[in-house]
Antibody, heavy 128, light 108 residues
Framework: QVQLQESGPGLVKPSQTLSLTCSVS??????????WSWIRQSPGQGLEWIGY???????NYNPSLNSRVSISVDTSKNQFSLKMSSVTAADTAVYYC????????????????????WGQGTTVTVSS | DIQMTQSQSSLSASVGDRVTITCRSS??????LSWFQQKPGKAPKLLIS???ILQSGVPSRFSGSGSGTDFTLTISSLQPEDFATYYC??????????FGQGTKVEIK
């Protein structure tokens, strides 16, 4: 059973770069079917999709964060990472890494992607 | 951008009640809609994908329906462990995915 675990600093200073890593265990990150995602949740708020990456390196990012966000993958370590630059207090949140998988309903319908496995989340506070 | 609206930010219900949570998208998203349950301090848990496909291990009292712009998550008989916040997620647009604001199911 695949498990995900986030790691990284819990405190980042304003204007610096937030860096988090997600370690994947119980399965290979190098699967054609899967994407790997970062999602965050600000205190007392809802969920915000940050972006996702395929093991080939193909990635998509939330346009509202696009210029500050980069997601990379290290297949040799079975990990993927998030970097977010120029952080402010608004970036204080619980950051989740997650697996994106396709749901196949029928052969004539498209694959409906969803998020099926989540890490436990890591709290990142932006403060001086 | 596709906006997802859960019109009820919270609702109160009793154990045994039938509960319906709605999610509306700003444009048609076919069946690219998932439902998640989140309890305090925990990561969200996937309940339903492709609008109506119940995930393995999820109790059958949960069901999802809808296509296009209007979607519903139904809990047929609310159990004590179902008190939580529920989120919808659209994955129609490959450019950006969006969650609904969440609906908190509280004890009446």
């Amino acid at each position: 059973q695949v498990q995900l675990q986030e790691s990284g600093p819990g405190l980042v200073k304003p204007s610096q770069t937030l860096s988090l890593t997600c370690s994947v265990s119980g399965g290979s990150i190098s699967s054609d079917d899967y994407y790997w995602s970062w999602i965050r949740q600000s205190p007392g708020q809802g969920l915000e999709w940050i972006g996702y990456i395929h093991y080939t390196g193909s990635a998509n990012y939330n346009p509202s964060l696009n210029s500050r966000v980069s997601i990379s993958v290290d297949t040799s370590k079975n990990q993927f990472s998030l970097k977010m630059s120029s952080v402010t207090a608004a970036d204080t949140a619980v950051y989740y890494c997650a697996r994106v998988v396709p749901t196949t309903v029928s052969m004539v319908e498209p694959k409906y992607y969803t998020v099926d496995v989540w890490g436990q989340g890591t709290t990142v506070t932006v403060s001086s | 951008d596709i906006q997802m609206t859960q019109s009820q930010s919270s609702l109160s219900a009793s154990v045994g009640d039938r509960v319906t949570i709605t999610c509306r998208s700003s444009q048609s998203i076919s069946r690219f809609l998932s439902w998640f349950q989140q309890k305090p301090g925990k990561a969200p848990k996937l309940l339903i994908s492709a609008a109506s496909i119940l995930q393995s291990g999820v109790p059958s009292r949960f069901s999802g329906s809808g296509s296009g712009t209007d979607f519903t998550l139904t809990i047929s008989s609310l159990q004590p462990e179902d008190f939580a916040t529920y989120y919808c997620l659209q994955t129609f647009s490959s450019l950006t995915w969006t969650f609904g604001q969440g609906t908190k199911v509280e004890i009446k």
